[in-house]
């Protein structure tokens, strides 16, 4: 199972990869750690977005895409560029796309917590909210 967790940032959708195989975990390389969206307000960079994305699931075989959701409203909501390219990855055609919130994370880590600290990853610390979502996703969805 490839997990690719994503963390949406302005105009970027973060992206980390996880790939689970007989219960132990990988972190393959990948080609980008970000994909970005010029404009959101145009529709034409909105389809490349959405394109490139379905290009990097297809290459890496990714079987979930788990985005980070953000709040709708208060002083952490987000951004509508963000909202904009959360819609073009859930529109995306034969992809199992998953929002996941900040207290399901949490339940989901406290159950099952991270066997290694973020530093032994490799990952960039921008990268560590999107891990984050992925591995909860993948504890989330396993009894271990």
Known sequence: MVICGVELSGNDAIISLLKV????????DC?????????PDKTEDLKYFQKT????IQDYQID?????A???KGKFA???NGFKLEAALQLMPNVAVSLMSATEQKENLKKYPLPITFAETGLKKFQEPAFM???S????QHEW
């Open 53 to 56: 994305f379905a290009k990097l």
């Open 21 to 28: 195989e007989a219960d132990i975990f990988h972190l393959p």
């Open 137 to 140: 996703y993948y504890a989330g």
């Open 31 to 39: 080609r980008v750690r970000r994909v970005t969206c010029q404009n």
């Open 133 to 135: 979502a992925a591995f």
């Open 70 to 72: 953000r709040l709708k």
């Open 64 to 68: 979930n895409v788990v985005i980070r």
């Open 78 to 80: 987000g951004g509508a």
